[in-house]
């Protein structure tokens, strides 16, 4: 089944140290997209990518790291530098590179602070 | 960037009622979404109207659209269980960027 896969469900981060979260698509599509959301709230964009080797950044994207070497694959790594990363971290992608049309998303990752 | 409002913030109806939610918005849009989230779970699209439709329809669901207010609602009619979830309205302004509402907290009492 075609879908977006991101892993792992649950992350925990300790002090000073960067986390890698996964992200994988198999639906072909160009765009992808890294949503951070808080409780009570709705989605803020922190990284985007239209094509492969191109990234731009969204809303809040300091503290955090893309790349986009592979069309199905988006890995956001949240670095030391993101003081408060406590939150649901949710990927997703649509085709020809619009936001304006359907996303498609992930299942999510939760990620704490220990 | 400001996001887009929803109300009520959350709502509490008897299974088999209707749930009406409501998304405003600041400024002109291309198309606005409604999206469905499952406790914990990802984001699933409901529907897409755009800025030149008044109406549209998807099963039990019916997305109204008027751009003279900067409104949309969402109602679910015939409520189920299931139908227990959070659900998001997001606004399309240009090609690569939505706004996001806080969201409506709906809960379906058996």
């Known amino acids: 089944d075609g879908g977006i896969t991101q892993s792992p469900k649950y992350l925990f981060r300790k002090e000073g140290q960067n986390v890698t979260l996964s992200c994988e698509q198999n639906?072909?599509?160009?765009?992808m997209y890294w949503y951070r959301q808080d409780p009570g709230q709705g989605l803020r964009l922190i990284y985007y990518s239209q094509i492969v080797n191109d990234f731009q950044k969204g809303d809040i994207a300091e503290g955090y790291s893309v790349s986009r070497e592979k069309k199905e694959s988006f890995p956001l790594t949240v670095t030391s530098a993101q003081k408060n990363p406590t939150a649901f971290y949710l990927c997703?992608?649509?085709?020809?590179?619009?936001?304006?049309?359907?996303?498609?998303f992930g299942s999510g990752t939760q990620l704490s602070v220990l | 960037s400001q996001q887009g409002e929803e109300d009520p913030q959350a709502l509490s109806i008897q299974e088999g009622e209707n749930a009406t939610m409501n998304c405003s918005y600041k400024t002109s849009i291309n198309n606005l979404q409604w999206y469905r989230q499952n406790s914990g779970r990802g984001l699933v699209h409901l529907i897409l109207?755009?800025?030149n439709e008044r109406e549209k329809h998807s099963g039990r669901l019916r997305v109204t659209l008027d751009t003279s207010k900067k409104s949309s609602s969402l109602l679910i009619t015939a409520s189920r269980a299931a139908d227990t979830a959070s659900y998001f309205c997001?606004?399309?302004?240009?090609?690569?960027?939505?706004?996001w509402g806080a969201g409506t907290k709906l809960i379906i009492k058996p």
């Open positions: 997001a606004t399309g302004y240009s090609n690569y960027q939505l706004i």
């Open positions: 997703a992608s649509t085709t020809a590179g619009s936001a304006n049309e359907k996303l498609f």
């Open positions: 109207i755009r800025s």
């Open positions: 639906l072909n599509h160009d765009a």
